[in-house]
Nanobody, 123 residues
Framework: VQLQASEGGLVQAGGSLRLSCTAS????????MGWFRQAPGKEREFVAL????????YYADSVKGRFTISRDTAKNTGYLQMNRLKPEDTAVYYC?????????????????WGQGTQVTVSS
């Protein structure tokens, strides 16, 4: 499966941005789609995961209550709605296809990655 993320952007603190990630190469049949982010000088970190069939969602504590992950199975597309953005949310965001491991917060649990998209939040 190939994943294509939408463009990120520059937004002021407190603003909102929505990312999408579309899977190509056939129907998306992975257990879930997740989002990770990587800020300069930091390790890639888990942001959110949505179960593809049941729609269960999981979030990092740092984004809980501000970000919402969802999916449209008919469009093979996942979404990350980011509200009340903070400067510390600035990072390159990656979507990824889950491989089925229960360690969904670990990058090793994902076997296909999108190209990464820059999100910058100004203060």
């Amino acid at each position: 499966v190939q994943l294509q993320a939408s463009e990120g952007g520059l937004v002021q603190a407190g603003g909102s941005l929505r990312l999408s990630c579309t899977a190509s190469g056939g129907t998306f049949r992975k257990p879930g789609m997740g989002w990770f982010r990587q800020a300069p000088g930091k390790e890639r970190e888990f942001v959110a995961l949505v179960g593809w069939t049941g729609g269960n969602t999981y979030y990092a504590d740092s984004v809980k209550g501000r970000f919402t992950i969802s999916r449209d199975t008919a469009k093979n597309t996942g979404y990350l709605q980011m509200n009340r953005l903070k400067p510390e949310d600035t990072a390159v965001y990656y979507c990824a296809a889950a491989a089925g491991s229960s360690y969904y917060y670990s990058a090793s649990a994902y076997d296909s990655w999108g190209q990464g998209t820059q999100v910058t939040v100004s203060s």
